[in-house]
């Protein structure tokens, strides 16, 4: 439901990892038999090459831009970027954390950095000690920055049946887009509940 932004139109698109040939489905298999094969076989983290530490990523796809995310990748001491990119979307502030803010459209993009500078209406706490929030944000017409991440589900047959699901979290260089690497989950969507059939 959350569209994907590419920034460098003019590269060729990105050739996804192929699923596994050999699916480990056997109908004989339960829930949860069937997540520890798939836990067993596919999930993990798939390194194809590695790079310098990026100075700034940019965000496409997922849950959309939101104040969270650039929360998560540039206040420090946890996020380790100094800036994060993304699709205009959320008119909120960078402090208020609203992720049902309503979207706004339009063109341009916001980058999300740190500001030592600003004055923070809010404080975050880092093991129990308040913090400064140094996040801060501007409008800028396109982005800069050389990699990405987008996320995807998985399609394997009969998760739904088995009421599983998964999803893959994929970075990605942004110049070229080749596939870096790829953290793939499966997980059990919750207890099922199972209604009685009309007239029993």
């Not at 050739?15 to 076989?41: G, H, I, T």
């Not at 706004?104 to 400064?132: E, H, I, L, M």
Request: aromatic residues 16%; charged residues 25%; glycine residues 8%.
């Amino acid at each position: 439901p959350h569209p994907e932004y590419w920034p460098y139109p003019d590269v060729p698109p990105v050739k996804w990892p192929d699923a596994p040939a050999d699916s480990v489905w056997r109908s004989f298999m339960c829930s949860k038999a069937y997540l520890k094969a798939l836990c067993e076989s596919e999930a993990g983290r798939f390194i194809y090459r590695t790079v310098e530490d990026a100075w700034g990523i940019a965000f496409y796809g997922w849950r959309g831009p939101t104040d969270f995310v650039s929360g998560e990748f540039v206040q420090p001491p946890y996020g380790r970027y100094p800036f994060i990119e993304a699709k205009r979307k959320y008119p909120v502030q960078p402090e208020r954390h609203d992720h049902y803010a309503p979207r706004v459209g339009g063109p341009g993009y916001y980058r999300y950095f740190r500001n030592p500078g600003r004055q923070p209406s809010v404080t975050v706490f880092d093991w129990g000690r308040p913090s400064p929030y140094l996040v801060d944000r501007n409008e800028i017409s396109s982005p800069s920055a050389h990699y990405g991440f987008t996320r995807r589900e998985i399609d394997r047959p009969h998760l739904a049946d088995k009421n599983l699901g998964g999803g893959e979290l994929i970075v990605l260089d942004l110049l070229t887009n080749e596939v870096l690497g790829v953290r793939r989950a499966v997980m059990s969507q919750g207890k099922r509940t199972f209604l009685p059939e009309p007239g029993r």
